[in-house]
């Protein structure tokens, strides 16, 4: 039974690892990537619960992947030819009542673009701050899924990239490597994304 129990430790470790290659691919445009990675961590997950099932009851309470749903939905938008220099993305703007995040696809080799209207960017700072109020620091997995109330369905994930990585930019919020992310000290984070939201260029 030992041995069982620290294969389920590597299944889940594994598992974990593969969450941060996801988010790593995610933020890139590797959709591809993102679903087969989500793939293969929902499997090691359901390992890892079949396993405790056969042993007993367990207290984990292990996040599944993030749905890449959203990320199949919408393909970004590729401009090859264009490059600038790496420091140059990505770069946000704002389209009428939409944020815009312009990126650079090192896999594609080309320039990609990524959507979310105001509502979504205010629905995902409303979730950081109440997931801060709850602990210092927290990983996406805890926020996710998010679902908007008006159609009372799940915002895609890549959206949810799109604005913690305006958010990370705006140093609104920190990220601390793979150990998830805290929000800046005494702010309120609804009311400076409004404030940074009326700075933001516009095309």
Not at 18 to 26: E, M, N, P, V
Not at 34 to 57: E, F, I, K, T
Not at 141 to 158: A, K, V
């Amino acid at each position: 039974m030992e041995r069982l129990s620290q294969a389920v430790d590597i299944l889940r470790r594994a598992e974990s690892q593969i969450r941060g290659l996801l988010l790593d691919s995610a933020g890139d445009g590797a959709y591809l990537e993102v679903a087969v990675l989500a793939a293969w961590a929902q499997q090691l997950h359901q390992l890892a619960s079949q396993s405790n099932a056969r042993n007993g009851p367990s207290n984990d309470q292990t996040e599944l992947t993030p749905s890449v749903e959203g990320a199949r939905q919408q393909e970004p938008t590729h401009r090859k030819g264009v490059k600038g220099k790496k420091g140059d993305y990505p770069r946000f703007y704002r389209e009428r009542e939409e944020l815009v995040k312009v990126g650079w696809s090192k896999k594609q080799k080309a320039e990609y673009r990524h959507k979310a209207s105001k509502s979504v960017v205010l629905l995902v700072a409303r979730g950081l701050q109440r997931r801060a109020a709850d602990a210092e620091r927290f990983a996406l997995e805890e926020l996710l899924p998010i679902l908007d109330p008006q159609t009372n369905s799940e915002i895609p994930s890549y959206q949810v990239y799109l604005v913690l990585a305006w958010l990370r930019k705006e140093n609104l919020i920190m990220q601390h490597g793979r150990q998830g992310y805290s929000l800046s000290p005494n702010i309120n984070l609804t009311d400076a994304v409004e404030e940074r939201w009326k700075l933001l260029p516009k095309s």
